[in-house]
């Protein structure tokens, strides 16, 4: 993205390396991380209440750039060895670390005074996250399965959403957050292909690199389980019929990524990846029809 477009045209130009780091010009972070919030409010109230959808939007955006920032600092080096990350602020010697540092505890102090307009559990449920993300960028030192923990931290705000929308957590929230680990494992492995030269050059792993000889296959198989825990959940919950046909819609377009994905294009990866927002519009949907 150059410098003058999209929304670093309304920044002045002095501050696009923060923004370029909190990765504000990069939007599709934010909804992965929001839409399992709304995920969970939607299987606990039979309307997405304003307030709380409001306070969890503000809270995603500093935690998504809160994130970005100490990601891009324990990858600095590795980034800097990566094509497609090579310019980020921190790789590129933009900013430096210290600049970073403050920027990002300023985001986690406004992260913070959101998280304190909830109850107390939610409060401590909140601060249980900072666990997950603090390890979250070490895991693909150590492990072929990091996609695997970014589905643990991401669809965190499953269970906060819950907990606000119905005072408890459950079998069915449990249920969603599993479905939800399943698909951020599928689509964090696509986009996870862009890197797989460079990755394995670099001793980074993932499971683009475990399953690079049938990726179709893998990322089909965990579609199909993200999938299979949506059905479960509504067959436990008695959802309405109506249900049915909105999960229906969240099959058909996984259906479609994992047929027509071309994994030896970093265009058609970032494409399927960034089509994961109409993912998760779709299941707050059927979410919605299963309580009428």
Same mark, same amino acid.
């Given at each position: 993205?150059?410098? *003058?477009?999209?929304?670093?045209?309304?920044?002045?130009?002095?501050?696009?390396?923060?923004?370029?780091?909190?990765?504000?010009? %990069?939007?599709?972070?934010?909804?992965?991380?929001?839409?399992?919030?709304?995920?969970?409010?939607?299987?606990?109230? &039979?309307?997405?209440?304003?307030?709380?959808?409001?306070?969890?939007?503000?809270?995603a955006v500093l935690m998504r750039s809160v994130g970005c920032i100490y990601n891009d600092w324990v990858?600095?080096?590795?980034?800097?060895?990566?094509?497609?990350?090579? *310019?980020?602020? =921190?790789?590129?010697?933009?900013? &430096?670390?210290?600049?970073?540092?403050?920027?990002?505890?300023? $985001? =986690?102090?406004?992260?913070?005074?959101? =998280? $304190?307009?909830? &109850?107390?559990?939610?409060?401590?449920?909140?601060?249980l996250s900072l666990i997950l993300v603090v390890l979250y960028p070490w895991m693909k030192r150590f492990?072929?399965?990091?996609?695997?923990?970014?589905?643990?931290?991401? *669809?965190?705000?499953?269970?906060?959403?819950?907990?606000?929308?119905?005072?408890?957590?459950?079998?069915?929230?449990?249920?969603?957050?599993?479905?939800?680990?399943?698909?951020?494992?599928?689509?964090?492995?696509?986009?996870?292909?862009?890197?797989?030269?460079?990755?394995?050059?670099?001793?980074?792993?993932?499971?683009? =690199?475990?399953?690079?000889?049938?990726?179709? $296959?893998?990322?089909?198989?965990?579609?199909?389980?993200?999938?299979?825990?949506?059905?479960?959940?509504?067959?436990?919950?008695?959802?309405?019929?109506a249900y049915i046909l909105g999960i229906s819609l969240v099959g058909v377009h996984l259906f479609w990524?994992?047929?027509?994905?071309?994994?030896?294009?970093?265009?058609?990866?970032?494409?399927?990846? %960034?089509?994961?927002? $109409?993912?998760?519009?779709?299941?707050?949907?059927?979410?919605?029809?299963?309580?009428?």
């Amino acid at each position: 993205m150059q410098p *003058n477009s999209g929304i670093l045209k309304w920044i002045p130009p002095k501050f696009h390396a923060y923004a370029r780091l909190a990765r504000i010009d %990069k939007p599709i972070g934010i909804w992965l991380l929001l839409l399992p919030c709304y995920w969970g409010l939607a299987l606990t109230s &039979s309307h997405l209440p304003l307030p709380e959808i409001l306070l969890f939007t503000i809270g995603a955006v500093l935690m998504r750039s809160v994130g970005c920032i100490y990601n891009d600092w324990v990858d600095r080096d590795f980034d800097s060895k990566v094509r497609r990350t090579a *310019n980020r602020p =921190l790789a590129s010697k933009a900013l &430096s670390v210290y600049q970073a540092y403050r920027f990002m505890v300023l $985001l =986690l102090g406004l992260a913070f005074l959101v =998280l $304190l307009s909830f &109850s107390f559990e939610v409060i401590l449920l909140g601060g249980l996250s900072l666990i997950l993300v603090v390890l979250y960028p070490w895991m693909k030192r150590f492990t072929y399965w990091p996609q695997a923990f970014l589905g643990l931290t991401f *669809n965190w705000g499953i269970l906060m959403g819950s907990l606000v929308g119905g005072g408890r957590l459950d079998l069915k929230t449990f249920l969603l957050y599993g479905a939800g680990i399943f698909w951020t494992l599928g689509y964090d492995t696509i986009y996870a292909f862009q890197d797989r030269d460079d990755d394995a050059l670099i001793g980074v792993k993932s499971t683009a =690199l475990k399953f690079s000889r049938h990726p179709k $296959l893998f990322l089909m198989v965990v579609y199909g389980a993200f999938w299979f825990l949506l059905l479960i959940l509504g067959w436990i919950s008695e959802f309405h019929q109506a249900y049915i046909l909105g999960i229906s819609l969240v099959g058909v377009h996984l259906f479609w990524q994992g047929v027509t994905l071309n994994p030896e294009k970093s265009e058609d990866c970032l494409k399927k990846f %960034k089509s994961n927002t $109409l993912t998760g519009l779709l299941v707050i949907l059927a979410l919605l029809l299963g309580r009428l």
